[in-house]
């Protein structure tokens, strides 16, 4: 891949990660919305680890790991086990 395509693709997927990460923060209307936003939340997450962990084990058997796959992973879990703890001790 020459170098004009390496940043476009970046540039692109840059824009990409933005975009997605503000898709649904408006301001909630109801108790229905609500659900359904803490739903979507929660579906991502169990893909995300699914698609890491596959990747972890895919790279695991041909002895070739990479290590931001499993930082992925393990950051995405102690978020979650963080965040779950502050809340529990919020209340």
Known sequence: MSMGQM???????????VAMS???????????????RY????????AGSIVL??????????HNLDYWL???LIAINLVKIVSLIRS???Q
């Open 7 to 17: 940043i476009s693709v970046s540039v692109f997927l840059g824009f990409y990660i």
């Open 53 to 62: 962990s596959i990747g972890v084990l895919v790279q695991l058997f041909s």
């Open 70 to 72: 499993l930082a992925g």
């Open 22 to 36: 503000l898709v649904g923060e408006g301001k909630t209307i109801d108790e229905r919305d609500l659900q359904h």
């Open 88 to 90: 529990n001790y919020k």
């Open 39 to 46: 739903t979507s939340n929660r579906l991502a997450l169990v």
